[in-house]
Structures are given as structure tokens and as C-alpha cells.
């Protein structure tokens, strides 16, 4: 079996083909390893923490949402939210007609040490930016970016940093956007045993 650790950079496809009329990349510019998959998905302008394996009975078992795997982000946003918005995010959501999941949200006191992003986010000096900390156990399709919109903080910067409890966690120490590696003994028992 087969477990590897991307950092998916910013503008990447989290697939290995793209058929559109102009083609963008994919994860097969950047792992040259056959029939693996991703663990769930990455939009393309969101970057960070992709687990891919050949294991399909844990992909499916991370990527189920009745299964309620924690996943960390890093998000930056427009303007600074106070405790009312936070709380918000916390409690669940209404996003059309469904209601998220409860979070665990909390306001970074400073800005993460991430590698810039290519291009960079724009920047506009009249509107303050602030980076949040959310633990989410579901993953709706664009989902941290429709639950900061709801609350009026639009999410200009989107990276997954961790797979996992606090205790029981995979994260991307060691990579930079781009690299990989295959997953520790320790990582892929601790994946195997999340129920």
C-alpha cells in the first residue's frame, strides 16, 4: 500500500488529467507515482495538507463525512471578525439549505509562517486581514469559503495544515509547497486506526 504527503501548491488541480480547453496543473506534475488517489479535495486556489493512497477502503473511510475526521486550516480573511462572527463559525453555519457542523474556530494573535503564495493575494490597504485557525469535521465543496462569506469575512487564502485530532495528527512539517513524502509507520497506524 501506498501513503503520501503532498503540499499542494496554490493554482493545482487536485486530479492527474484536465481535459479543459486550458489544461492547468495537475497532481501528476508533481508525483510521479502510479494509481494513487486523493483523500478527499483541495480546490484549486486552496492549498496545503493532501493525503493520496491506493488504500480505497481508508480513503473512503476519511473522506466519508459520517465518519467525522477533523481537518485544520489556515484561512485569511478580509477584515477582522468579532466574537458574534467567530461564534458563528463555531456553531454551524446556514449555507443555502444546509447548516455546517459545529467548528472549532479561534483568531490567530499573529500572522502564520507560510511560504508566499504565487501570485500573492491582492492586497488592498484600506481593508485589514486577519488569519483564523478552523477545525471542521465535514467537506462540503468550498465549504470554509461559503461559511467565512456567510458571516461577511470573505477567505482570501485557504491552507489545510493538519489531518486529524490534536493528539492524532498528520500535518505538513518539514514540506514546502510542491514537495512530498511517503507517510511514517507511525502516521499510516495512527491513519489506519481512526475509526
Not at 68 to 91: F, G, M, W
Request: hydrophobic share 35%; aromatic share 8%.
Amino acid at each position: 500500500m501506498k501513503y503520501i504527503l503532498f503540499y499542494k501548491p496554490y493554482g493545482v488541480l487536485c486530479q492527474f488529467t484536465d481535459n479543459s480547453d486550458r489544461p492547468r496543473p495537475t497532481l501528476k506534475n508533481y508525483l510521479p507515482i502510479p494509481e494513487i488517489y486523493p483523500v478527499g479535495r483541495l480546490d484549486l486556489d486552496s492549498e496545503g495538507l493532501l493525503l493520496l493512497t491506493d488504500n480505497g477502503q481508508l480513503q473512503n473511510r476519511l473522506a466519508n463525512p459520517k465518519f467525522a475526521h477533523p481537518r485544520t486550516y489556515c484561512v485569511q480573511i478580509e477584515r477582522i471578525p468579532d466574537e458574534s462572527a467567530l461564534n458563528k463559525l463555531r456553531n454551524g453555519v446556514r449555507i443555502k439549505n444546509y447548516c455546517t457542523r459545529k467548528a472549532k474556530v479561534r483568531l490567530l494573535s499573529a500572522e502564520p509562517n507560510f511560504p508566499p503564495r504565487i501570485p500573492p493575494i491582492r492586497d488592498r490597504q484600506s481593508i485589514p486581514t486577519c488569519w483564523l485557525e478552523m477545525t471542521l469535521t465535514e467537506g462540503k465543496n468550498r465549504q470554509v469559503r461559503r461559511m467565512t462569506a456567510a458571516v461577511g469575512f470573505p477567505t482570501l487564502r485557504l491552507i489545510r495544515i493538519a489531518l486529524g485530532s490534536n493528539s492524532q495528527q498528520i500535518n505538513l512539517t518539514g514540506l514546502e509547497p510542491g514537495q512530498w513524502r511517503n507517510l511514517t509507520i507511525q502516521e499510516i497506524d495512527m491513519l489506519l486506526s481512526f475509526r
